[in-house]
């Protein structure tokens, strides 16, 4: 017995074993690293932020330190829900999937910190297994993220009815998310969901609706880009 887990006796605290620590602590980190790569995949046509990437690599280490710090005390179980109580978390997630993971991570992470370390290797190797069938099962596979496109029109010179025609002849699918006024009922801004036909550019679908009389402005961004301004807003 190392001095170490000589003094933690001492104060009446059972010491792990070195060894178990580190392989928890680093097969939580390799499971991480899957979970990371597997969520990274599963959305190919998406810019995923590096810190979401970081922690879905970190959150299993994590986890696995917290479960391996409590151990079976009850009384340091109540303190560090106490200590993390403090914590607010501000950052949104955009989408379910993003969550799935989230948990994914954390229960591997748990498995790990309670030397469950089977169940977690079998857990997220399943994970991975379904996402890849879910990938290609119909009615569950990814569909493209569509574009937002907004425009403001002159209320008395431009209608929905005009830039149905620009729409057809460049996207396969519009959908009119929302229309509010501007200046008083002078302008309207619409704001379209559309997927492009192949071979469009939204350059060109842009170009088009600025030729439209009527048309004051036109702005073009992804999904990810549109909610961030909405939360701004």
């Not at 060894?19 to 991480?32: H, N, T």
């Not at 879905?56 to 409590?70: E, N, S």
Request: proline share 4%.
């Amino acid at each position: 017995m190392n001095p170490f887990e000589q003094v933690l006796l001492l104060q009446g605290v059972p010491a792990e074993p070195a060894a178990s620590v580190v392989l928890a602590l680093v097969v939580a980190f390799a499971l991480g690293l899957v979970v990371t790569f597997t969520h990274r995949f599963s959305v190919p046509d998406r810019n995923v932020a590096p810190s979401l990437q970081a922690s879905l690599a970190l959150l299993p280490v994590v986890g696995a330190m917290v479960l391996l710090v409590i151990g079976d005390s009850l009384a340091r179980a109540f303190s560090l829900v106490g200590a993390l109580a403090i914590v607010r978390f501000r950052t949104r997630l955009r989408t379910t999937w993003d969550i799935t993971f989230i948990f994914l991570a954390l229960a591997a992470g748990i498995g790990c910190g309670v030397g469950k370390i089977g169940v977690a290797v079998v857990g997220v190797a399943v994970s991975v297994l379904a996402v890849q069938v879910l990938g290609v099962l119909p009615g569950t596979r990814r569909r493209e993220a569509p574009l937002v496109l907004r425009c403001d029109v002159a209320a008395w010179e431009c209608s929905d009815e005009q830039l149905a025609p620009v729409f057809a002849e460049s996207c396969h699918e519009i959908e009119l998310a929302t229309s509010r006024s501007l200046r008083f009922g002078e302008s309207l801004s619409l704001t379209y969901k559309v997927l492009l036909r192949p071979g469009k550019s939204m350059g060109g679908l842009v170009r088009a609706l600025s030729q439209v009389e009527g048309v004051e402005r036109v702005v073009a961004m992804s999904s990810e880009e549109a909610s961030g301004s909405e939360e701004v807003a």
